[in-house]
């Protein structure tokens, strides 16, 4: 092409410049740069100032290492930010919609686990820590962020599925055709969806798909995870996809009712309708017991249903349910769904 747009590094006197060969103002036109992204609120042109000041900030601070020290940092924050670039250029050029397990899976390890193992290489040498020594922990910590990719993956579907590989999108479209074709449908309307009122509409008109997601993650805490590692991924799904104690998602008590289009605001009506979304799913891909346990899943979203489910709870049980609730165990959670079911349906 043209330009080179990779990050590059090079020696000027005693300091090293991490630096980019081209200026993106001289490339895209006026009225693209100065349109305003949907996500951030800002122009381009702003977003690019904002880039550049961080680069600007990269390098103070790359400078104030000793020499060594300085040039093997300055090499792999390139290698990351180019690999991480590359990963965008295979979304533009090299997405095919008839992905297999095996392409999401490959695709899965070049974008988050190669990209972490030259991060925590970047950090090792950053802490002056004996790089050998922790290597052979870098896979798990890229298994927890293939778990963090999970729920972004089901929170992004609906932009993502015409122009990445996503996993929620390849379950759907593999194992539950209603979903994958609800997500065809809807994809204009979820895209102006946020917080809590999108995640709860994924979970409810794509549960099929959205009970394997939560599967995955719990595979991926029982097969490559140490219980610290666990900790930090139980907490990481219960604020970014639950959105307990996270403003960004839960500025105020939530109720389900807001993505139900209907007026009823009582627990037994709410509950009813969780119910007769999750029961639809084939029970000759999804048990009985996980259905209910998912119940449990999508209760949690709603400050009141919550609230009503944990009356019914001794206080270990509500401790656990809310700390562990990525893995706490499935038939516990359709126990509890059984008997938050029966309450209502006095």
Aim: hydrophobic fraction near 40%; glycine fraction near 4%.
């Amino acid at each position: 092409t043209q330009f080179d747009y990779y990050l590059h590094s090079r020696q000027e006197g005693e300091k090293q410049l991490l630096y980019y060969r081209f200026d993106i103002c001289g490339i895209l036109p006026p009225a693209v740069l100065n349109s305003v992204n949907a996500k951030y609120e800002i122009t381009y042109k702003a977003f690019y100032g904002h880039l550049l000041f961080l680069l600007d900030e990269i390098n103070v601070h790359l400078n104030r290492l000793g020499s060594k020290k300085r040039q093997e940092a300055a090499e792999l924050i390139c290698r990351v930010c180019n690999r991480c670039f590359d990963t965008y250029k295979s979304d533009i050029h090299c997405f095919c919609s008839d992905y297999t397990l095996q392409h999401l899976l490959d695709y899965q390890k070049t974008k988050d686990d190669d990209i972490i193992q030259v991060l925590l290489t970047l950090r090792a040498v950053l802490l002056d820590k004996k790089q050998l020594q922790y290597q052979a922990q870098f896979g798990s910590w890229s298994s927890m962020v293939r778990s963090m990719q999970l729920y972004d993956d089901m929170q992004d579907a609906a932009a993502d599925c015409d122009f990445q590989m996503n996993t929620l999108c390849y379950f759907a479209k593999t194992y539950f055709n209603e979903e994958w074709l609800w997500l065809q449908q809807n994809k204009p309307a979820l895209q102006n969806l946020a917080g809590l009122a999108l995640h709860t509409t994924i979970g409810l008109n794509m549960p099929g798909s959205c009970i394997l997601c939560y599967q995955y993650a719990v595979n991926i805490a029982h097969t490559r995870l140490n219980w610290v590692q666990r900790k930090i991924q139980n907490y990481l799904w219960r604020k970014n996809w639950l959105g307990m104690k996270n403003p960004l998602l839960r500025p105020g008590a939530f109720c389900i009712s807001e993505v139900m289009n209907r007026s009823e605001k009582s627990v037994p009506l709410k509950l009813h309708f969780i119910e007769k979304k999750i029961m639809q799913v084939d029970e000759g891909i999804i048990p009985l017991d996980i259905k209910l346990a998912y119940i449990i899943d999508i209760v949690l979203f709603d400050d009141e249903l919550r609230a009503s489910l944990f009356k019914l709870l001794t206080l270990r049980e509500q401790y656990f349910l809310s700390g562990c609730y990525l893995e706490y165990p499935v038939h516990k959670k359709a126990a509890m769904a059984k008997k938050l079911l029966q309450m209502c349906a006095l």
